[in-house]
């Protein structure tokens, strides 16, 4: 997707890079994001308890169901990931999501495919330019060196809809983080480990305590930091795709007009009964009598 902010130079910025802990836990892996990595309460043990208790805690592989993994100590480990806004190509009307990739072998290949010239020598277009989105596949597998599979389509260039682009429906990805309190990662790190252990390698951190390790606590400073309302981080809006007034509105079923047909809008008017005749009065019907005088005759037909 196209950029979602510009930068103090005019320019587009279209993905975010950031640092995050992940394989942090021992029965419930966790990872959050490290906004500055010698104020992370968990980074601060590892160096230590690397440098205290050396080997112990290394990473190992390990084999499950025939398939291998790498096995982390708890106190996890630091990575770098990126993040983008995306749409699914094939569901457009899905709206906008973010895609969070690896730094190395993930999102490398993608703007490295953009920096590397084509066949002609040309630089590659912007595969994200709104009139000529190329659509990239990603997928995860389960096992191997590099898990990750990403490959750009270059042959199937896309529009993208202005309703899907606008800069009110992407997520500012700068915005949409939330910090892990450093008084929670403290506490799981005394969970985890014994307590010992957890004096050593906490000895010296900012704002906390020494002394007993039952009244190992937060620093004043700390504590206030650590308890202080965090601001609520403006999350952008749920992408819901507009629809168009007119595609709402149904179309009543009309008649069927029959052409060249007229109707007949003419009211008949009241036809009045003839009175009733006595038949009695009538003068006699010459067709009904057997004889008849030709003087009869004309008198009857002159008067009927």
């Not at 993208?160 to 682009?165: A, D, G, K, Q, R």
């Not at 800069?167 to 307590?195: G, T």
């Not at 009543?252 to 009733?276: D, F, L, M, Y």
Request: hydrophobic content about 35%; glycine content about 6%; some cysteine.
């Amino acid at each position: 997707m196209p950029a979602y902010r510009l930068d103090s130079q005019g320019s587009g910025v279209w993905l975010k890079h950031l640092e995050i802990r992940d394989n942090f836990g021992d029965k419930y892996k966790e990872k959050y994001w490290v906004p500055v990595k010698h104020e992370d309460p968990a980074d601060y043990f590892a160096k230590h308890f690397m440098k205290l208790y050396p080997g112990e805690e290394d990473t190992t592989t390990v084999a499950a169901n025939g398939k291998t993994f790498k096995k982390y100590p708890n106190y996890g480990r630091t990575t770098k990931r990126v993040l983008f806004n995306v749409a699914f190509a094939n569901n457009l009307a899905a709206g906008v999501h973010v895609l969070d990739l690896p730094q190395y072998n993930g999102a490398s290949i993608i703007t490295n495919w953009m920096s590397q010239m084509d066949i002609s020598g040309k630089l590659r277009p912007m595969l994200n330019d709104p009139d000529a989105a190329y659509p990239v596949f990603v997928r995860l597998l389960d096992s191997g060196s590099n898990p990750w599979q990403i490959n750009v389509d270059s042959s199937q260039p896309a529009i993208l809809p202005e309703s899907l682009t606008a800069q009110e429906r992407l997520y500012n990805l700068d915005e949409i983080l939330v910090q892990k309190p450093a008084h929670e990662i403290i506490a799981k790190l005394r969970e985890m480990y014994s307590s010992d252990v957890f004096e050593d390698c906490m000895h010296g951190f900012p704002g906390l305590t020494t002394g007993h390790v039952q009244g190992h606590s937060l620093g004043a400073a700390q504590a206030a930091r650590a308890t202080a309302p965090k601001p609520t981080p403006a999350v952008a809006p749920a992408v819901v795709k507009p629809v168009p007034a007119e595609s709402l509105q149904q179309t009543r079923p009309q008649p069927p007009v029959h052409a060249g047909v007229p109707i007949n809008t003419v009211v008949p008017t009241k036809v009045e009964e003839p009175a009733h005749v006595d038949p009695s009065e009538l003068p006699p019907n010459p067709m009904l009598s057997s004889s008849m005088t030709r003087e009869q005759l004309q008198q009857f037909l002159a008067n009927p």
